[in-house]
């Protein structure tokens, strides 16, 4: 019996050789097409990842990355174990759980009122218009941040709030509005992209789903609710793995250049990125760098496959993979 199952094995592996050996003979061509793309992957994707090591080592630039002598998990214990440990991780997750959250509701909110204007032209328009600030750097948004709230000459404090009878605030020391603050400023950077990314899902709608529904005298906004979101469902659930996948990772610009290194705004602005930058400022370790984008690595890696597992069990159509 013990027999029969060992030859039954040798012969389906034999069989799966055989069949794949098949297939490459068959589509070489296309096989060695895809080997420079398949090189370039490798190479920039793979062969980086050697620099791991770093995380667990006392990097001596003297004796190379090799040479240097193994730390362990210093540089961990060192990122997790400081007084501020627990406010750049707070700050990083509540801000990443906050913009997922703003950027899967007003990008789908524009997407669908945009899809409802008629004239093209001023559609077009609009896409331009919200997809333009995706493109700035987070230099010249800090700039615009600025020009706003700037204490002596911003607009806020120059007219809008004297407008209003209001009393003028220093921005850039009042800590409690930042949260607000960098929540628009992300939202209104990225939104364009994410509506962009709507828009092209709705378009891709069979309008007779919509004629049926005006036909059994369904209102515009039943039509949403019932046919529109229920249809977006798949590409929202990528949008949003991809997003949770970089839960962990905060935007180094946004959170460095728009407060303009207040000290003061260091305890609702400080997330692990610019903290990490700060301490390799002072300290000059790069392993502790490498240890942090280490665990923002893996944390992400693993939150995709949780959150998709979660995704696949409620609905396994709408799970990425």
């Known amino acids: 019996m013990q027999i029969d199952l060992a ?31 398949l090189i370039v992957l490798i190479i920039n994707n793979y062969v ?5 090591v770093i995380a667990f080592k006392n990097i001596n630039y003297t004796d190379g990355i090799l040479g240097s002598p193994w730390s362990g998990f210093e540089n961990f214990k060192y990122l997790f174990m400081t007084s501020d440990s627990w406010v750049i991780i707070r700050n990083t997750l509540l801000y990443n759980s906050g913009f997922i959250v703003l950027n899967l509701i007003f990008p789908l909110a524009f997407a669908i009122m945009l899809n409802e204007i008629k004239n093209r032209f001023l559609a077009k328009m609009h896409q331009t218009v919200m997809f333009l600030p995706y493109f700035l750097s987070m ?7 600025y020009a ?21 605030v220093n ?3 009042t800590k409690e509005v930042w949260p607000y ?25 069979d309008e007779e789903y919509y004629e049926a529904a005006t036909i059994d005298g369904a209102s515009k906004f039943k039509q949403i609710f019932k046919i529109t979101i229920p249809l977006l469902a798949p590409i929202i659930t990528i949008m949003t793995l991809l997003q949770i996948g970089r839960i962990f990772n905060a935007d180094f610009g946004l959170f460095f250049q728009v407060p303009r290194e207040s000290g003061v705004l260091f305890p609702v602005t400080n997330v692990i990125d610019t903290y990490v930058y700060r301490t390799f400022i002072t300290v000059g370790d790069i392993g502790l760098s490498s240890a942090a984008g280490l665990i923002q690595s893996v944390v992400g890696f693993s939150l995709v496959f949780l959150s998709n597992w979660i995704v696949r069990r409620i609905d396994s159509d709408n799970a990425l993979f």
């Open 181 to 205: 603050i960098l929540s628009m400023v992300n939202t209104w950077k990225n939104m364009g992209y994410y509506t962009v990314i709507y828009m092209a899902a709705i378009i891709g709608i």
């Open 171 to 173: 921005w850039y020391f």
């Open 48 to 52: 980086p990842m050697f620099g791991i």
């Open 139 to 145: 230099i010249v948004i800090s700039y615009l941040a």
């Open 148 to 168: 706003f709230l700037s204490d002596s000459n911003g607009f806020l404090n120059k007219t809008l709030l004297p407008m209003l009878n209001l009393e003028t």
């Open 7 to 37: 030859s039954r094995d040798i012969e389906q592996q034999l069989t799966k050789r055989t069949s794949f050996l098949r297939t490459v003979r068959k589509y070489w061509m296309f096989y060695i097409m895809m080997l420079p793309a």
